[in-house]
Nanobody
Framework: QVQLVESGGGLVEAGGSLRLSCAAS????????MGWYRQAPGLQRELVAT???????DVADSVAGRFAISRDNAENTVYLQMNSLKPDDTAVYYC????????????????WGKGTLVTVSL
């Protein structure tokens, strides 16, 4: 199985920046796409950003121009750089990876982190 450890959340003032990290470890035959979701209180979990195994990023319209996703394949780590943060960005941020669990697994299985809280104050 794959374990994910997130870090980098915290409290920041509006306009500030944070960088989230998520490191994957465990038995895998490769990691396909990686990404981040978030869930604000009382709302559904929403997709924030994804990145393919080849490094092609995609971010939600709500964070475009402010957030950037990247990955380090050698370290099995995905990052989310968050700039110009707004109070509406307050949420628990969850990383995920889509990983191959067998040699012939070409679809992958999704694994989730436990979440890291980001709070943006006025």
């Amino acid at each position: 199985q794959v374990q994910l450890v997130e870090s980098g959340g915290g409290l920041v003032e509006a306009g500030g920046s944070l960088r989230l990290s998520c490191a994957a470890s465990g038995n895998t035959f490769g990691i396909y796409d990686m990404g981040w979701y978030r869930q604000a209180p009382g709302l559904q979990r929403e997709l924030v950003a994804t990145i393919t195994e080849n490094g092609r990023p995609d971010v939600a319209d709500s964070v475009a121009g402010r957030f950037a996703i990247s990955r380090d394949n050698a370290e099995n780590t995905v990052y989310l750089q968050m700039n110009s943060l707004k109070p509406d960005d307050t949420a628990v941020y969850y990383c995920y990876v889509n990983a191959a669990t067998t040699r012939h697994d070409y679809v992958g299985v999704m694994f989730w982190g436990k979440g890291t809280l980001v709070t943006v104050s006025l």
